[in-house]
């Protein structure tokens, strides 16, 4: 894989009963399973591929407050906490720190926006500050032009997605939960319609709670039980370059370019909102219900490839539960990456910042950015299978809210009160066709 990625040894033996398997070990699958152990469950986590192998480990690393949607924004402000409160209660590491995040804009829109945010945040007791142009020109000195303002947002920061997901299964081990790799989900056993056992390649584990946390692979997973869960990819292209000799800030956002400093002090650079749609067969069966997102980004998203098709994530076929499905076929999703883009990002970060001229390009990767018609997670279970717990289509946003959304996703299953709303996540908003009908299967 091109992707730096810390590695999780397995549990010995798959359990023959579990209280929850959680499928899928991105980071909101580890958190899931890390909040359900510390509530005295017997956790399997199971995974295909390796820990964090996916998105949770090609992103940007950021975990922010800043410009959330309102329905997002109290799940984000409880992951910051969160994200602070496991270091210290596993003693792992997972490279977050509040480092504060710098947004530089040279676009009025822009900034009006930023400013309206900002008074929203005001009202829920987020702090942001608006920069006027010399605010921004003092934090900006290692840019190579002016700016007219921007935002920084001291309380918000930065995570490793090399370290995170794999800290978090290593404190699920220590908490009495397994860690099963190489182990793809085939599908469920069900009795009476409910939830009785998850089928894996290695045997069937018996259980009334499963917590699907797919990613890219949860609509096609959920086709296989009757339930209808819109979700589109969208291919991301980053690069990494080494350690630069000036001092840089930790993260930075510009409508160009943006940066973040890992733990090793590489620095991770992308353009936001840039990607690739490959068309897949899941994606024309949803095509009605994404054509307004896709028509707002058109200026940023380009006609990809078959590389979704021959990836097998968007698949509408059906599978057996006795023989090999597409998640053995393909283990990791470890798309190309999309040269043009790669070259585009390296040169407006060159031009932006002078000082990475002293860098050299280590790493490029992509990922397949799982996304919603209304870009807001599916958190809740399912009406279809009792039982089933859906946490995916986080639109790009999983990383940074991986710990609430795991949280949440354990008041969920334990039927505890939650300090967030679980309503504007319920997967119950998909169950119609963008037509108002119930959608066939």
Request: net charge positive; aromatic share 8%.
């Amino acid at each position: 894989m091109s992707v730096l990625l810390e590695k999780v040894e397995s549990s010995a033996a798959l359990p023959e009963q579990a209280d929850v398997v959680v499928i899928g070990a991105g980071i909101v699958g580890v958190f899931s399973a890390y909040y359900l152990a510390q509530r005295g469950l017997r956790v399997a986590l199971i995974e295909k591929g390796y820990v964090g192998a996916e998105q949770s480990s090609r992103n940007w690393g950021w975990c922010r407050q800043q410009n959330r949607d309102a329905r997002e924004l109290p799940i984000s402000t409880m992951s910051l906490d969160l994200w602070e409160r496991f270091a210290l209660e596993s003693g792992e590491d997972t490279g977050f720190r509040r480092c504060g995040l710098l947004y530089l804009s040279n676009d009025d829109e822009e900034l009006a926006r930023w400013a309206k945010w900002r008074d929203f945040a005001r009202t829920v007791g987020v702090t942001t500050h608006m920069l006027d142009a010399k605010e921004a020109m003092a934090r900006a000195g290692m840019t190579s032009q002016t700016w007219k303002g921007g935002v920084f947002s001291p309380s918000d920061g930065t995570a490793d997605p090399a370290k995170a997901a794999p800290a978090v299964a290593k404190a699920l081990i220590k908490l009495g939960g397994t860690v099963h790799q190489q182990c793809a989900a085939r599908g469920l056993e069900r009795s009476g319609g409910a939830v009785s056992g998850v089928v894996t390649e290695l045997g069937t584990i018996r259980t009334r709670s499963v917590v699907l946390a797919g990613g890219a692979w949860a609509s096609s997973f959920c086709r296989q039980l009757g339930v209808r869960f819109p979700q589109a990819s969208i291919r991301s292209s980053i690069l990494s370059v080494s350690a630069p000799t000036a001092v840089l800030p930790a993260a930075l956002h510009t409508a160009g370019v943006s940066l973040t400093q890992r733990s090793n002090g590489a620095y991770t650079l992308a353009i936001s909102g840039r990607g690739r749609v490959d068309p897949t067969a899941q994606m024309l069966r949803f095509s009605s219900q994404f054509l307004p997102m896709f028509a707002k980004r058109w200026r940023a998203l380009s006609p990809g490839g078959l590389q979704g098709v021959r990836s097998g994530h968007e698949t509408l076929a059906r599978w057996r539960l006795d023989a090999p499905t597409p998640m053995e076929t393909m283990r990791v999703l470890n798309p190309a990456p999309d040269q043009q883009a790669i070259a585009l990002t390296h040169s407006r970060a060159l031009a932006l910042i002078p000082a990475l001229a002293s860098t050299t390009i280590t790493h490029r990767w992509a990922g397949y950015i799982d996304s919603t018609p209304d870009g807001v997670p599916a958190i809740g279970e399912t009406r279809e299978v009792p039982g089933l717990v859906l946490a995916a289509g986080f639109s790009g946003h999983g990383f940074g809210i991986g710990p609430g959304a795991g949280h949440l996703v354990a008041d969920i299953v334990t039927a505890a009160t939650s300090a967030i709303d679980p309503k504007p996540y319920d997967p119950a908003r998909f169950a119609v066709s963008s037509w108002g009908k119930v959608a066939d299967f």
